[in-house]
């Protein structure tokens, strides 16, 4: 009987973890994203853009981890709207951490195309 | 029956309470330090300013002269709280954008980087009317000193994200200058109770069916 309980119970909690596998990146995309790029991902008019739904992102995914760590200075084109706001580097975040962060946004707004840390760190060597 | 008779008595009565109370907390505070001069009860209000916005219009006092205003500090180039103070005024901005009781001011606290073409490249990019929503910009201690009688910390700050430390409350403004409510830019459900407090002052201050 005991034992049955401790299965559900275990049962029920990865359920509840498969919710948002992504915790780690949920919290870093709260902390060093959302201020911008808003909980929901929507950006703020053309000052910042949205990355959920975002043709650029999409487009862009081998730059997606350089553009955290060095940040972007370039005029961009995003679901037909330029935006010059200038994003600042977060080179305190290592690696995993950016790995984390894009599987999050993958996971809650993209196709589900997760990337591994050693992709990141694959795409970070070819940063321009 | 009696017992049903006192305790359908006691639910009007206790209806007629809430209904009370809740005309009573109709009227907005008025926040701030008061004096009581000659058995007059003078409320703090802000003072006189001389600003000038992103279409290099002077904005004073008299600019909102017969209207409510909410009032914010920010620079346009921070990325800390600004963001989600600014997606809280725009939330403001358009819930009123067709009444002109009521306007809106964000004033920089780095006058220094904000100059007019600069502000006036923000307003164009999240697509607000001058006259609607003044960004301005003003003398630096000037700014400071404004902040500081709208309770609202701004400095310079080295050590600060962005070179500058400011609070992210929007604060509203009546007619007679007195501030009577504000809310934590930055939390959804602050502004929420915000915007139906602007609706209590339009009522108080222009009366009800406008």
């Known amino acids: 009987m005991l034992i049955r309980l401790f299965f559900l119970l275990g049962l029920i909690g990865l359920f509840s973890c498969q919710n948002q596998p992504y915790k780690q990146g949920e919290i870093m995309y709260k902390n060093f994203c959302s201020n911008c790029h808003m909980d929901n991902g929507q950006g703020l008019k053309g000052l910042y853009p949205p990355i959920a739904n975002s043709d650029y992102f999409q487009k862009n995914k081998d730059n997606v981890p350089c553009i955290i760590r060095h940040g972007l200075h370039d005029t961009i084109l995003v679901n037909g709207i330029r935006f010059d706001t200038p994003m600042a580097a977060i080179p305190q975040l290592k690696d995993p951490e950016i790995a984390n962060i894009i599987n999050y946004i993958e996971h809650t707004w993209g196709n589900g195309e997760y990337i591994t840390i050693k992709e990141v760190q694959e795409a970070l060597k070819k940063c321009p | ?210």
């Not at chain 2, 008061?34 to 209000?45: G, P, S």
């Not at chain 2, 007679?176 to 504000?182: L, T």
Request: proline content about 3%.
């Open chain 2, 1 to 210: 029956m009696n017992r049903i008779i006192a305790f359908s008595v006691f639910c009007t009565l206790l209806f007629i309470i809430a209904c009370f109370t809740e005309q009573s907390s109709g009227e907005l505070p008025i926040i701030g330090h008061r004096e009581i001069v000659n058995k007059d009860t003078i409320y703090h209000t802000i003072p006189d300013f001389i600003m000038m916005n992103q279409d290099s219009m002077i904005v004073t006092n008299s600019t909102f002269e017969n209207k409510i205003y909410v009032a914010d500090f920010f620079f346009t180039f921070c990325t800390v709280i600004c963001p989600k103070v600014k997606a809280n005024m725009l939330r403001i901005y358009e819930e009123f954008e067709d009444d002109d009781r009521l306007v809106l001011i964000s004033h920089t606290v780095a006058p220094k980087y904000d100059t007019i073409p600069a502000l006036k490249r923000y307003a164009d990019k999240i697509n607000i009317d001058s006259k609607k929503w003044h960004l301005v910009r003003g003398e630096k201690e000037t700014t400071y000193q404004l902040a500081d009688d709208y309770f609202i910390v701004a400095k310079e700050d080295p050590t600060a994200p962005g070179g500058y430390d400011h609070s992210g409350k929007i604060m509203l403004i009546d007619t007679k200058r007195q501030v009577r409510s504000f809310a934590e830019g930055t939390e959804d459900k602050e502004v929420d109770r915000l915007i139906k407090d602007i609706y209590k002052l339009l009522n108080s201050e222009f009366g009800k069916g406008h």
